[in-house]
């Protein structure tokens, strides 16, 4: 017990011996008692700690009654709500990229949590292994439910000779449900000598895949 505690636990025992012999010596019982209660209330209304502990010791203090608000309904709704909406693009898609009406190129798309992107595609030229294209990316959020992406890669011709790189820009959006995607794609073909021997634009659009389909 602190020196504190201590101090009062013995002001207190004196109080109360103060009393008895005050009531020994014929003091009147009304006295007694509203010096009883003053006493009390001197004593209940000090802060009461454990042995040795204080409010800075314990890693808090009290501030007063904001100190215990609570969050309102609203604000909980608004809370929650935000979270619900937010739905995140990490996962596996099955995603098409569409150019002027036309498929452009089709695949399958993993997302994961640390911001990087691989993706399985069957663009032309394919491989002669028939696995189709294997690429990396990189993205971020930018937005609720929104990300944008830049995905490398490099482009070798049906005989395996690599005849350029390539450079695949998306802007995606999930849906509310988080089971679907959909965006703009900007797709750039360059040469060894980085220089653009196409440019393609389009939309894309995909579902995700999960263990239960």
């Given at each position: 017990?602190?020196?504190?505690?201590?101090?009062?636990?013995?002001?207190?025992?004196?109080?109360?011996?103060?009393?008895?012999?005050?009531?020994?010596?014929?003091?009147?019982?009304?006295?007694?008692?509203?010096?009883?209660?003053?006493?009390?209330?001197?004593?209940?209304?000090?802060?009461?700690?454990?042995?040795?502990?204080?409010?800075?010791?314990?890693?808090?203090?009290?501030?007063?009654?904001?100190?215990?608000?609570?969050?309102?309904?609203?604000?909980?709704?608004?809370?929650?709500?935000?979270?619900?909406?937010?739905?995140?693009?990490?996962?596996?898609?099955?995603?098409?990229?569409?150019?002027?009406g036309q498929v452009f190129d089709e695949g399958y798309d993993?997302?994961?949590?640390?911001?990087?992107?691989?993706?399985?595609?069957?663009?032309?030229?394919?491989?002669?292994?028939?696995?189709?294209?294997?690429?990396?990316?990189?993205?971020?959020?930018?937005?609720?439910?929104?990300?944008?992406?830049?995905?490398?890669?490099?482009?070798?011709?049906?005989?395996?000779?690599?005849?350029?790189?390539?450079?695949?820009?998306?802007?995606?959006?999930?849906?509310?449900?988080?089971?679907?995607?959909?965006?703009?794609?900007?797709?750039?073909?360059?040469?060894?000598?980085?220089?653009?021997?196409?440019?393609?634009?389009?939309?894309?659009?995909?579902e995700r895949i999960t263990v239960d389909?």
């Open positions: 017990m602190s020196q504190e505690g201590r101090t009062r636990r013995t002001g207190w025992y004196r109080i109360l011996a103060n009393l008895r012999r005050s009531s020994r010596r014929g003091y009147p019982s009304r006295m007694i008692l509203m010096i009883t209660i003053l006493a009390s209330g001197a004593v209940l209304s000090a802060p009461a700690f454990a042995c040795g502990d204080n409010p800075t010791h314990l890693g808090f203090a009290f501030s007063g009654p904001q100190a215990f608000q609570m969050q309102t309904p609203a604000q909980a709704t608004f809370t929650s709500t935000k979270q619900d909406h937010d739905a995140s693009i990490v996962g596996f898609w099955h995603v098409l990229f569409v150019s002027g993993q997302w994961h949590s640390d911001g990087l992107e691989v993706l399985n595609d069957n663009a032309l030229p394919v491989p002669a292994n028939g696995t189709g294209n294997v690429c990396l990316g990189v993205y971020k959020k930018t937005g609720p439910r929104t990300y944008k992406s830049k995905h490398p890669a490099w482009i070798f011709d049906a005989t395996g000779t690599l005849v350029g790189t390539t450079v695949i820009l998306e802007t995606l959006i999930v849906d509310r449900s988080g089971n679907h995607y959909s965006g703009s794609f900007e797709w750039i073909n360059y040469d060894l000598n980085g220089n653009v021997t196409s440019d393609t634009k389009g939309e894309l659009k995909a389909d």
